[in-house]
C-alpha cells in the first residue's frame, strides 16, 4: 500500500501506523476536525451576524422584527443601559463655559440647576483686578470640568448694596445648598493666584474632582520658607560684634 497524507484514506495502512503510535487514534481525529468545522462556523456567523449588543439604538430599531421574545427582553435591558449611558455622557459634558447672570437668573440657574449638578457662582464687579483674574482662571477650569456649572454675576445684581470688600467672592451650590463660600480677596491670595490655586480651592468642597496631587499653595510656600533658611546667617554667624 502506497502511503497518503490523508489519514482517513488506506484505512488498513493507517491502522497499522495508529497501531505504532504513528498516527494519533481515529476519535481524536474526528473530534478535531469537528471541533475545527464548529470553529469556522462560529467565525462565519460572526462575519455574517451582527449582535444586539454591537447595534446602535437606530439599528435596533431598524431589525426589532427579527429577535424573538427572549432577544427582546434582553435588548430592552441594553436599550435602557445605552439611553443612561448616552444622558451620563451628555450631563458630563453640558457645560463647558462661564454663564453670565443677573439676579433674574439666580433661581433658574441656581436654585433649579438640576439633581446631582454642581454650581461656582463667582461675584465680581468690574474695576477689580483680582475679579477679572479669577473670571479668566474660571474660563479654563469650566473647559476642564464640563459637567461642573461655572456662573459669573456682577455681585450687586445678585445682592443689592453688596460691598466692594468681600469681593471677589464665590459660593459653591450642589442642588441649591451652599456647600461651601470664598469671600474678599485674602481668601485668594490676591494677584498671585493661580488657576491651580484656585482648582485646589474649589476642590475642597467637593464640586470638582481634581488631579492635583497637593495644594499647589503649600508647594510655593515650602518653596518661600526654604529661601528665608538659606537667608538666615548661622549661630556662629550671628553672634559677632558686628551683628
Known amino acids: 500500500l502506497q502511503l497518503s497524507g490523508d489519514p482517513n484514506k488506506d484505512t488498513e495502512w493507517n491502522d497499522i501506523l495508529r497501531k505504532k503510535g504513528i498516527l494519533p487514534p481515529k476519535e481524536n481525529l474526528e473530534e478535531q476536525e469537528r471541533a475545527k468545522e464548529e470553529e469556522q462556523l462560529a467565525i462565519l456567523q460572526k462575519s455574517l451576524v451582527k449582535t444586539y449588543e454591537d447595534m446602535t439604538l437606530e439599528e435596533l430599531e431598524e431589525n426589532e422584527d427579527e429577535f424573538n421574545e427572549e432577544d427582546e427582553k434582553a435588548i430592552e435591558m ?131 474632582k481634581t488631579d492635583l496631587e497637593e495644594n499647589p499653595r503649600k508647594q510655593i510656600q515650602d518653596q518661600l520658607m526654604s529661601s528665608v533658611r538659606a537667608c538666615v546667617p548661622a549661630r556662629g554667624e550671628s553672634d559677632s560684634e558686628d551683628d
Open 78 to 208: 441594553y436599550r435602557q443601559q445605552r439611553l443612561a449611558e448616552m444622558k451620563a455622557a451628555q450631563m458630563k459634558n453640558k457645560f463647558g463655559e462661564v454663564l453670565e447672570i443677573s439676579g433674574k437668573d439666580y433661581i433658574q440657574e441656581v436654585t433649579k440647576a438640576g439633581k446631582g449638578i454642581w454650581v461656582v457662582l463667582h461675584l465680581y464687579r468690574q474695576g477689580i483686578p483680582l475679579c477679572a483674574l479669577i473670571n479668566q482662571h474660571m474660563s479654563g477650569l469650566a473647559k476642564k470640568f464640563r459637567d461642573v456649572k461655572f456662573i459669573k454675576a456682577i455681585s450687586t445684581t445678585c445682592i443689592p448694596n453688596y460691598p466692594d470688600k468681600n469681593l471677589p467672592t464665590i459660593f459653591v451650590y450642589l442642588e441649591g445648598d451652599i456647600k461651601a463660600q470664598f469671600i474678599g480677596p485674602l481668601v485668594f491670595g490676591g494677584m498671585n493666584l493661580t488657576r491651580d490655586e484656585l482648582e485646589w480651592k474649589i476642590s475642597e468642597s467637593g464640586a470638582i
